[in-house]
């Protein structure tokens, strides 16, 4: 851009044309991106439409919980709400949480009668090489232990969740 004095005496710029054009400061080049910075953009992006997901699920726990998830371990949540297929009876269940290396199911209720559909999840979860996880805030103590002796692992609370997982980590046995 040509700049000339105006009236005032200060330096105005103007384009090819003549016409005036306003004093903004000329922008620098863009800096270089480093394939991590584009990387971590890119989970960034990915967990905001993952916690919208959940926020529009009817499941009342499910956004809760996956917020958690999502700030605690970020980048290793990677479907919410997903359906799995069990490749012995070709039906397909709701998982509600996929993680890396662990499916979470979340009961908001007090998961009576759910034993078969558990076992069935984790049969899934064990052919895909996951760890099987039930979050059930509300399970009665019968009940939990009842699901445990089937081999189910049942965590009531969210601190202890997110405890278990870390411990999961910690042995490399969640991630890779």
């Given amino acids: 851009m040509k700049q000339k004095l105006n009236k005032a005496g200060k330096m105005q710029n103007y384009d090819s044309k003549g016409r005036y054009a306003k004093n903004s400061p000329i922008e620098p080049a863009k800096p270089f991106i480093s394939k991590k ?91 895909l090489n996951k760890k099987h996880i039930v979050f059930a805030p509300n399970i009665s103590f019968s009940r939990q232990k009842e699901y445990e002796r089937c081999g189910i692992h049942i965590e009531k609370s969210l601190k202890n969740l997110v405890e278990y997982l870390k411990g999961l980590l910690k042995w490399k046995i969640l991630f890779y």
């Fill in 37 to 127: 910075e584009k990387y971590l953009r890119r989970l960034q992006a990915r967990d905001e439409v993952l916690i919208n997901r959940a926020a529009k699920s009817n499941d009342p726990l499910l956004f809760e919980v996956a917020y958690s998830l999502i700030k605690e371990f970020p980048g290793k949540v990677t479907k919410i709400n997903e359906y799995l297929i069990d490749k012995l009876t070709k039906k397909s269940f709701e998982q509600d949480i996929v993680m890396c290396r662990a499916i979470i199911e979340i009961k908001s209720g007090t998961a009576q009668k759910c034993e078969k559909q558990f076992l069935i999840q984790k049969r899934i979860a064990e052919s």
